[in-house]
């Protein structure tokens, strides 16, 4: 089992920036790749960033490319979403997942290949 906390959401306006992190215990978290998902009112949760285990395979929606920076401390046992020049459309609840694939650069973008989830904290982009 692992247990995931993200943090770091809120309210901000259009071109701001706030930095999101997830904060695992319980099951190694160094051995998983780890991704962030965002699902808005009405839509279905879409991937928007990942890391490998290793932490040297990074991947990014298109939508969020050369915004957002994902990035992890083992040590730490935390990820962190970098996200600067917010839009409205990023206006989601976003969370954070772990996957315990044995490939140290294997990241997947489907939320099905994640094993466990954190409860999500809220991002809001005022225009």
């Known amino acids: 089992q692992a247990q995931l906390v993200e943090s770091g959401g809120g309210l901000v306006q259009a071109g701001g920036s706030l930095r999101l992190s997830c904060v695992a215990s319980g099951r190694a978290f160094s051995s998983s790749a780890v991704g962030w998902f965002r699902q808005a009112p009405g839509k279905e949760r879409e991937f928007v960033a990942a890391i490998s285990w290793g932490g040297t395979n990074n991947v990014y929606e298109d939508s969020v490319k050369g915004r957002f920076t994902i990035s992890r401390d083992n040590g730490k046992n935390t990820v962190s979403l970098q996200m600067n020049s917010l839009k409205p459309e990023d206006t989601a609840i976003y969370y954070c997942?772990?996957?315990?694939?044995?490939?140290?650069?294997?990241?997947?973008?489907?939320?099905?290949?994640?094993?466990?989830w954190g409860q999500g904290t809220q991002v809001t982009v005022s225009s």
């Open positions: 997942a772990a996957d315990f694939t044995p490939s140290r650069s294997v990241v997947r973008i489907t939320p099905s290949s994640y094993d466990f």
